[in-house]
């Protein structure tokens, strides 16, 4: 038996968890036993529940960028996160529409759990909508390739991985859906805002904004990235905003 295990023995294991069983495994390895896969997909943190899994989804959901997984790369950028075994969207209960159309094009047969904030000032924002989907090993090497999303990426999301226009544009409006406003002045002026904990993000979707819509290129403060808020709160994040 090997005792190193290559690049692509690693990522066929992380390619086969879930859709076989580890007997099932050992026939498509050369030389590695039932139990070398079980210790190896231990360290990597990966589970093989496919006997057990509860509800279905597309694994492969991720793999291949096109108009509606980049919109929800963005979203998922803004309001979603991913660990180790699960993929959890969360959003206000007003934009559970949003969480019924995901579930919908990736498949995933799970319910979407409704629950309530205690002690949340705004009420508005009080009652959550939640789509929880685990082992979703195979969905954490897509995401990260293609959209920029990983574990903890708050502080250091990246741009995606993108390099279509209208792919591009897609990921935006739904990173501006899950962490962007727009709002009309009293003269009917729209006026749009982005936030990201991320500067090297925000100075990308700035950038690509920027090249759009040149109108909103000015030399002032107006159009400058800022840190932090108005009321001196959250002051790792960044934000621009333009008209």
């Not at 990201?196 to 920027?210: A, T």
Request: hydrophobic residues 35%; proline residues 3%; positive net charge.
């Amino acid at each position: 038996m090997p005792k190193y295990w290559t690049g692509p023995e690693i990522n066929k294991l992380k390619e086969l968890m879930g859709k076989m069983s580890f007997d099932e495994m050992t026939k498509q390895f050369v030389g590695r036993t039932k139990m070398s896969l079980v210790h190896k997909a231990e360290k990597l943190e990966l589970s093989n529940n496919y006997r057990f899994r509860k509800h279905l989804f597309d694994i492969n959901f991720w793999k291949t960028p096109n108009l509606i997984n980049s919109y929800f790369g963005g979203y998922a950028a803004a309001d979603g996160y991913i660990n180790h075994r699960s993929f959890v969207f969360s959003l206000a209960s007003r934009d559970a529409i949003v969480l019924e159309k995901f579930k919908e094009v990736c498949g995933f047969t799970g319910d979407i759990r409704h629950y309530q904030r205690k002690n949340y000032k705004k009420e508005t924002l009080k009652s959550v909508s939640t789509l929880i989907v685990n082992t979703v090993y195979h969905w954490k090497d897509d995401l990260k390739n293609n959209f920029g999303v990983v574990n903890k990426k708050t502080l250091i999301l990246q741009p995606p991985n993108l390099t279509n226009n209208l792919l591009i544009l897609a990921y935006i409006i739904g990173y501006i859906d899950g962490d962007g406003w727009i709002i009309l002045k009293k003269d009917n002026r729209p006026i749009l805002g982005v936030v990201s904990g991320s500067y090297d993000f925000i100075f990308w979707i700035k950038q690509v904004l920027d090249k759009y819509f040149p109108m909103g290129i000015r030399k002032d403060k107006r159009n400058k990235i800022s840190q932090g808020t108005k009321l001196g709160k959250k002051k790792n994040c960044f934000y621009f905003v333009f008209s």
